[in-house]
């Protein structure tokens, strides 16, 4: 049901002739309130796209009538008619909806580095504005996708209040946020600043542990809008709850969709010294393309799963490392299990456990593997 | 020549079957003096391999009389036994020579994670013997192949003296000293503070200046041997300009042997605040799967260049970047260049520049290309 789940949201997705394949390309998602309140995180990478520049800066005021989001186009790399492009999107929503331009937040998607085709863009928003309804959030979810090959929604059901979602990403997945574009919306009655909290630390644990290729982008986004319209008011930690269980839903559909993939991979990483090294050592085994190739051939080469480790500052005894395939240990302190029988990675599902001995923290961090098809897929992006 | 075109070395090559293929697996060098300084670099990996291990510990007199190299293993994550294993060969090799063990480093590449076969390595060993020759550097370097489709080898006149070497390396090429085994000899006479001053300069702006695929070895070894049999002592910066000289010639025969590359490209950051900052940017640039795939497509995607240098926390405004593919300027101002013509990057040797507009330093890092050559390969690499 996607971000309509939520009381106080309406939504719809409509092709503005963005994208060469005249696929749905402009989703727009409104919040009828009673409240207002939203709050978002963004890509920490240097290089931001306009719409993340914009949506960043009407943010500060805590406050979103509206989102509009458009795939066949980044819109980054793209100087300062880039931004004023963003800028005159939002002013069309604003005006056909009633509102000012800051209360509109902009995302977009695609290709860096070509500016956006206006005389298509700026119509499809009168045309989104006339999709709108209760039930559209279907329809904006397909209109934010890219190689995506299905729409990514969730619902979750907190107590007299709802969560709903969509996302969209299959590639650039890493690293603080996997790259995304997503907004949320929830019924709920909350404040901005219960909103931020729920969203930086919903993310922190989801999207921020999915790593498909190591590659940050210039557009992530992440948007929570609350409507107030179930008339309940959660505790901070309810939301952040609800929050959580929504992110966690979309980030494992971004890994089960993401390009070229052949496995979903969870590296779980015990007995770490703090939670952080956890995440730094499984973020440098999801990023070691050697062992990514080995897995995609179905070979459970440890002797990589180690040279990553070791390539890492993370607290261990290099002697003292236990890795294991889907709960089977075929190494153990640091060289080949004598024990270990024969262990058959060859599904879809994989959970690759590393055991560091210096402590009680863990982390799992969501991958996949590197495929013939992930390189043919990116050998021909643009072209 | 390879190693045996200084004089003062003998090399030699053999077939111990350590290889399923039957190639030959076993080279030794030996240094018959009169010096016996020596020097080298290792794997900044925490995991070393065993023959890593003992190589730093024998290294610290500063003297070698013989390296003995083995492919067809890596003896990496092989616990006690596998150290065992490398001293044994260590002090096999020095009964025939009539040496002390710790008078021999030893190195290995292959698979990780499985012991050597000391009974076909230590007869080996015997044979290796028995083969030196003044001229045995071609075998030698012919014996540490393994996934390199020829040979690398290398020789540089200097002023009255000769450096010669070897080295093997396809795969894990990264980053602080690329995946590799090298050995560099020479007729210099020179004491073993001068020769470690020079294989630590010499490697820092060469082997750690190519980034093939991100992934740091265990196993990585740098040796320089003086023999002194030349009589001449050249300064310390004749003696490093000749050693980097060396090295630069095989690092660039590594990285256009690479695993699966259709390309081999240099990374030029100009305009840095420093030079570490314009190799930080680069060696960001080498890392990126998804410009990588691009380029192998031959799809001059600058857009994922900057997103590349966007990650980094090198000084540069964000808005000031320009990107050039073969010397022409694609993006200027962070934007797509108006002014620029059709750009063919279609041949196998690319040059990829970024100025960053923040200073006077620069740097070059040399990579490949992710192809579909390279899943290939190392998806089918210990089965």
């Known amino acids: ?51 993340v520049l914009w949506s960043q800066q009407v943010l500060k005021a805590g406050r979103l009538t509206a989102v509009v989001l458009n795939s066949g186009g980044a819109n980054a790399c793209t100087g300062p008619q880039g931004f004023q492009d963003t800028h005159a999107t939002a002013e069309r929503v604003a005006e056909r909806l009633g509102c000012g331009a800051a209360d509109v937040a902009v995302c977009s998607t695609g290709v860096i580095g070509q500016r956006l085709p206006m005389d298509a863009l700026l119509p499809g928003v009168d045309n989104v504005v006339e999709s709108l309804s209760d039930d559209g959030g279907e329809a904006a979810a397909k209109a934010i996708m890219t190689t995506d090959t299905h729409p990514k929604t969730t619902t979750v059901q907190g107590a007299g209040f709802v969560v709903g979602g969509m996302a969209k990403g299959a590639g650039m997945l890493a690293p603080a946020l996997a790259t995304m ?96 090294e956890a995440v730094t050592v499984a973020r440098s085994i999801a990023r070691n393309n050697l062992l990514m190739c080995a897995l ?42 004598p024990d270990a029988p024969e262990v058959d990675i060859s599904g879809r599902d994989l959970e690759l456990g590393v055991d560091l001995h210096a402590g009680n923290a863990e982390a799992t961090v969501y991958t996949n593997d590197l495929t013939l098809a992930y390189v043919h897929e990116n050998s021909a992006y643009t072209s």
Chains 1, 2 share one sequence.
């Not at 890492?312 to 709960?327: C, E, I, K, Y």
């Open 1 to 51: 049901m996607s971000v309509t789940s939520a009381k106080g949201f309406q939504a719809g997705g409509v092709a503005a002739g963005l994208k060469p394949s005249g696929d749905p390309d402009v989703a727009l998602i409104r919040n009828t309130g009673p409240l207002d309140a939203a709050a978002g995180v963004f890509t920490t990478n240097r290089i931001k796209a306009a719409p």
């Open 296 to 337: 995609f051939g179905n070979d459970a080469y440890w002797g990589r799963v180690l040279a990553a480790v070791g390539t890492t500052d993370a607290t261990f005894d290099p002697d003292q490392l236990d890795v294991s395939f889907n709960g089977v240990r075929v190494c153990k302190n640091s060289a080949a299990d």
């Open 181 to 276: 574009l997503c907004v949320l919306t929830t019924d709920a009655v909350a404040d901005t600043d219960t909103l931020d909290a729920a969203v930086r630390a919903a993310t922190a644990r989801t999207f921020d542990r999915i790593d498909s290729d190591g590659c940050l982008s210039t557009n992530d986004t992440v948007l929570l809008l609350a409507s107030g319209a179930s008339g309940t008011r959660p505790s901070a930690e309810e939301l952040e709850a609800a929050v959580t269980q929504a992110c966690q839903d979309l980030a494992r559909q971004l890994i089960g969709d993401a390009e070229g993939a052949s496995k979903e991979i969870a590296i779980r990483i015990t007995g770490a010294a703090s939670e952080q």
